[in-house]
T-cell receptor, first 117, second 116 residues
Framework: AQKITQTQPGMFVQEKEAVTLDCTYD???????LFWYKQPSSGEMIFLIY??????QNATEGRYSLNFQKARKSANLVISASQLGDSAMYFC??????????????FGSGTRLQVQP | GAVVSQHPSRVICKSGTSVKIECRSL??????MFWYRQFPKKSLMLMAT?????????EQGVEKDKFLINHASLTLSTLTVTSAHPEDSSFYIC????????????FGPGTRLTVL
């Protein structure tokens, strides 16, 4: 079964420090994509970072980096130099191929990050 | 990045009425659009996938006759909640992907539906 697991319902971090949000996945697909989205209280889903299963290097986007460990099936998000505006819900997601060949995202349960001044 | 809009952002309706939610890709052609539902403090659950010009594919447990999806063009998909009931109250979010980046989905801002 294809599944995304986020084991941290909530995390606290001090402003300017780094924080790691955990994500593990399970799939039998060889080709898949891993995503992180940020959802502030307004509800919109903000794309942060993407890692393809065949990408050899870890993805980075500004202060965000994805620690991709394929053998462990983990795709942790690292946020460096946390800012107060980073306080939000964070979802890990995996793109998988459905029965008809279409691709859809399956989401983890999310981690609520609170950045403290 | 690609922009997806949703309208309306909030809607309150009486039980028994139908509500239409629009999802538009503003600067790219969306070959596939997805509709998700999110309950408070929960994750997103995929409801259905629609490809332009063809019928939507619904996930298990989603009522096709209740949640009508139309992907009429490469920039527009609509979700109609028919005969809405209070249990249909939720946050509905659409996303879209194009031909060039089929792996990536771009999300709309969501629609909060409240059925009285």
């Amino acid at each position: 079964a294809q599944k995304i697991t986020q084991t941290q319902p909530g995390m606290f971090v001090q402003e300017k420090e780094a924080v790691t949000l955990d994500c593990t996945y399970d799939t039998s697909d060889q080709s898949y994509g891993l995503f992180w989205y940020k959802q502030p209280s307004s509800g919109e889903m903000i794309f942060l970072i993407y890692q393809g299963s065949y990408d050899e290097q870890n993805a980075t986007e500004g202060r965000y980096s994805l620690n991709f460990q394929k053998a462990r099936k983990s795709a942790n998000l690292v946020i460096s130099a946390s800012q107060l505006g980073d306080s939000a819900m964070y979802f890990c997601a995996m793109s998988l191929t459905m029965d008809t060949g279409r691709r859809a995202l399956t989401f983890g349960s999310g981690t609520r990050l609170q950045v403290q001044p | 990045g690609a922009v997806v809009s949703q309208h309306p952002s909030r809607v309150i309706c009486k039980s028994g009425t139908s509500v239409k939610i629009e999802c538009r890709s503003l600067d790219f052609q969306a070959t596939t659009m997805f509709w998700y539902r999110q309950f408070p403090k929960k994750s997103l659950m995929l409801m259905a996938t629609s490809n332009e010009g063809s019928k939507a594919t619904y996930e298990q447990g989603v009522e096709k006759d209740k949640f009508l999806i139309n992907h009429a063009s490469l920039t527009l998909s609509t979700l109609t909640v028919t005969s809405a009931h209070p249990e249909d109250s939720s946050f509905y979010i659409c996303s879209a992907s194009g031909r060039e980046e089929q792996m990536k989905q771009y999300f709309g801002p969501g629609t909060r539906l409240t059925v009285l």
